[in-house]
């Protein structure tokens, strides 16, 4: 197994100590089910995700404080299957600026199900596991932290980007309320150098602002529109529409020149109807006279 490392943005004597407590690392370790009354090391259920599929183990795992780091041993087998699992880690903890730096190394030998997947998914799978129990453990020490432990260390601490000094900023504002002030007096004097100026005038005399009426005199808009002389159509519009409710306004018909124009009826029908009437009249009487004559010659023949 190739050496994976992770950074703890904790001290590393903190993360010592956190290894050596089995209960803080048993509810770090993802998808691990304690087995009640374990004394020797972590006794459970783990349940690794792999390759798109699933695979519960049942085994034990030991940790060994040794020199800085720890040493973990584990043996398991498939909760439903005949495939076995040894592993043989070795946690190195080191301390870096801002935190520590938890590097695992080891072996890993199995079969059975996890022994189907090639090297890169199950190193894939080890790296993922290791991933995600240093970020539980990161925030179970932010919320239990071990006695004695310091705050986790401010990375931005040993950054080499300075920050932007208070000073800068107070020189950069300290002349703004004068500048700002100066502008707007320099604007306030030239209005009133403008407003003193006269209009300009074009060749004709008039004023540039003033649009003549296209005609030539200027049309008379009176000021009360009461006034104004309408239709006697859009008269009888608008006391239409003041008498009505908004609904009544809303489906009504539209009245005027918005009302809709009936059809107009097809010349071609009358035209028809008026050349074959007389053809028409003449079969009904020649159809009554027949009748008439037939009846009167089955009287004249008894």
């Known amino acids: 197994m190739e050496p994976h490392e992770v950074f703890v943005p904790f001290p590393a004597e903190t993360i010592r100590r956190s290894l050596a407590d089995l209960e803080r690392v048993a ?24 390759g798109g599929s699933t695979i519960t183990y049942r085994g034990t795992l030991r940790l060994v404080p040794r020199g800085g780091g720890l040493t973990v041993e584990g043996e398991a087998v498939e909760a439903r299957g ?17 935190g520590a730096l938890l590097t695992v ?15 890169a ?18 925030s179970d020490l932010e919320e239990h932290a071990p006695a004695g432990a310091s705050e986790p260390a401010d990375a931005s601490a ?9 000073d800068t900023v107070e020189d950069l504002t300290d002349d703004l309320p004068a500048q700002l002030d100066e502008f ?7 209005l009133q150098d ?12 008039e004023a540039a602002g003033e649009v003549p009426p296209a005609g030539g005199t200027a049309a008379a808009i009176p000021e009360d529109p009461a006034g104004i002389d309408l239709p006697a159509e859009a008269a009888h ?4 529409l003041i008498g009505r409710s908004a609904e009544e306004v809303d489906h009504a018909p539209p009245r005027g020149r918005y009302a809709p124009v009936p059809a107009p009826q097809s010349g071609a029908a009358t035209a028809s109807l008026r050349r074959y009437a007389p053809a028409a009249a003449a079969l009904l009487l020649s159809a009554v006279v027949a009748g008439r004559v037939l009846r009167r010659r089955r009287r004249s023949f008894p």
């Not at 370790?29 to 995700?49: F, I, S, T, W």
């Not at 998914?121 to 990161?138: I, P």
């Not at 707007?184 to 030239?190: I, K, L, R, T, V």
């Open 27 to 50: 509810r770090c370790v993802p998808g691990l089910q304690r087995d009640a009354g374990a004394e020797d090391g972590l006794a459970g259920r783990l349940r690794l995700r792999i």
């Open 82 to 98: 005949a495939g076995t699992v040894k592993l043989a880690l070795e946690l190195g903890v080191d301390g870096v600026s801002g």
């Open 105 to 119: 190394t080891g072996s890993v030998q199995a079969d059975g199900r996890l022994a189907d997947h090639d090297e």
């Open 121 to 138: 998914t199950v190193t894939a799978a080890g790296h993922r596991l290791l991933d995600r129990f240093v970020a539980a453990l990161t």
């Open 158 to 166: 040993d950054s080499p980007v300075e920050p932007f000094a208070q």
């Open 184 to 190: 707007a007096g320099h604007d306030a004097q030239e």
């Open 194 to 205: 403008l407003q003193g100026l006269p209009e300009p005038e074009d060749a004709d005399g």
């Open 237 to 240: 519009a608008r006391r239409t």
